[in-house]
T-cell receptor, first 112, second 112 residues
């Protein structure tokens, strides 16, 4: 069935360090993956996406890696800043579904 | 200037009451969504409308009735509220055939 899960519910890193947030998905038919960031009291905000025909995509300070063999997705944040503290969600969808299936979320805390 | 707005931001009500949440987007998108986020931050789609037509209904009790008067608005009416309806409800929008969804700030519903 459709499900997206995360390995770690919480993650703490020192300011300036890199962080990696992981996500496992189960639907091999999924062809599009998105990472969202949700700050306290706000709605989720798009960060970066990747199609299933790619294994890596880079944005500003963020990189998403996709390993379809093991159905694993990760979000790497470089040189973390206090403003990176938030809950991060991965989401998946497949062509024609018109809906996103979200994972549980990982709370990232940046320590000064 | 707010892209996706919701009202009210907070809603406290008693069991058995009927309440509505409103959503408006000024992005010119033609697809709108309602999501429910529970206390564990799990985010799950409830409904989706495309050009005022219902396209996704995710096994939601029929006490929940969405209405889309035009493609810029999607309202959610809930009858006979129950304790388990307490959650944060997010509205989102996207352009058809794109997967990037823009979320509103959420409505925190508390049923006592």
């Amino acid at each position: 069935g459709e499900s997206v899960g995360l390995h770690l519910p919480t993650l703490s890193v020192q300011e300036g360090d890199n962080s990696i947030i992981n996500c496992a998905y189960s639907n091999s038919a999924s062809d599009y993956f998105i990472w969202y960031k949700q700050e306290s009291g706000k709605g989720p905000q798009f960060i970066i996406d990747i199609r299933s025909n790619m294994d890596k995509r880079q944005g500003q300070r963020v990189t998403v890696l996709l390993n379809k063999t093991v159905k694993h997705l990760s979000l790497q944040i470089a040189a973390t800043q206090p403003g990176d503290s938030a809950v991060y969600f991965c989401a998946e969808t497949f062509q024609g579904a018109q809906k996103l299936v979200f994972g549980q979320g990982t709370r990232l805390t940046i320590n000064p | 200037d707010t892209a996706v707005s919701q009202t009210p931001k907070y809603l406290v009500t008693q069991m058995g009451n009927d309440k509505s949440i409103k959503c408006e987007q000024n992005l010119g998108h033609d697809t709108m969504y309602w999501y429910k986020q529970d206390s564990k931050k799990f985010l799950k789609i409830m409904f989706s409308y495309n050009n005022k037509e219902l396209i996704i209904n995710e096994t939601v009790p029929n006490r929940f009735s969405p209405k889309s008067p035009d493609k810029a608005h999607l309202n959610l009416h809930i009858n006979s509220l129950e304790l388990g309806d307490s959650a944060v409800y997010f509205c989102a929008s996207s352009q058809t055939h794109t997967y990037e969804q823009y979320f509103g700030p959420g409505t925190r519903l508390t049923v006592t």
